[in-house]
């Protein structure tokens, strides 16, 4: 079944010790991003990748890290977590770097919640 | 600044009825306007898709109206369902630069719940 996979779906940390979450696609995409989900602010970017080892900013980057050292996974790391990336996070992949020609395929969500 | 505005928020309506989702935007590079929806515990997934070379499409009992001297769209559901209650987004791009890529803008969300 193709599919986006993070992990874990919930997770609870305190202020400053650094998580990583996994982001692993199926379908051979090269494009791959990672956004926050906060009430009544909607998705936001936070990083993308075009390909392997190509990676920018997306609109709200500070406190995160991402990596793409193949092309099926994207994790998503936070350094050192702070309250305020308290969220549900969301990653995304598709074929084409073009909305046009291939749609968003998005995970299940990671629960994040930082004490 | 919230490029793409999306309203309301919430909406509730009953079984049968329609629901109306509305969004503006000020880019007018923007040529791609798509409506995601997503269920409780998933994430978004594409619902339907406009170009601003059409004014309407229409998938089943979804609509996308597009005004483009008005920078605004909405989504219309016929015939409104419980099955149908869902966070929906819409979101807009716009064409790639060379080598670049069209980044979706998504709006604030609506959260449907439609009542038996």
């Known amino acids: 079944e193709a599919q986006v996979t993070q992990n874990p779906r919930y997770l609870i940390t305190v202020t400053g010790k650094k998580l990583t979450v996994t982001c692993s696609q199926n379908?051979?995409?090269?494009?791959m991003s990672w956004y926050r989900q906060d009430p009544g602010l909607g998705l936001r970017q936070i990083y993308y990748?075009?390909?392997?080892?190509?990676?920018d900013k997306g609109d709200v980057p500070e406190g995160y890290k991402v990596s793409r050292k193949e092309k099926r996974n994207f994790p998503l790391i936070l350094e050192s977590p702070s309250p305020n990336q308290t969220s549900l996070y969301f990653c995304?992949?598709?074929?084409?770097?073009?909305?046009?020609?291939?749609?968003?395929?998005f995970g299940n969500g990671t629960r994040l919640t930082v004490t | 600044q919230q490029q793409v505005k999306q309203s309301p928020q919430s909406l509730i309506v009953q079984k049968g009825g329609i629901s109306i989702i509305n969004c503006a935007y000020e880019?007018?590079?923007?040529?791609?306007f798509p409506w995601y929806q997503q269920f409780p515990g998933k994430g978004p997934a594409l619902l339907i898709a406009?170009?601003?070379?059409?004014s309407e499409k229409k998938e089943g009992r979804f609509t996308i109206s597009f005004n483009k001297s008005a920078k605004q769209f909405s989504l219309h559901i016929m015939d409104s369902q419980p099955g149908d209650s869902a966070t929906y987004f819409c979101?807009?791009?716009?064409?790639?630069?060379?080598?670049?890529?069209?980044?979706?803008?998504f709006g604030a969300g609506t959260r449907l719940a439609v009542h038996p």
């Open positions: 995304a992949s598709s074929t084409s770097r073009s909305s046009y020609n291939s749609p968003l395929h």
């Open positions: 379908m051979n995409h090269e494009y």
């Open positions: 990748s075009m390909n392997v080892e190509v990676t």
């Open positions: 880019n007018t590079a923007f040529d791609y």
């Open positions: 406009i170009r601003p070379d059409v």
């Open positions: 979101a807009a791009a716009s064409s790639p630069l060379s080598g670049g890529y069209n980044k979706l803008i």
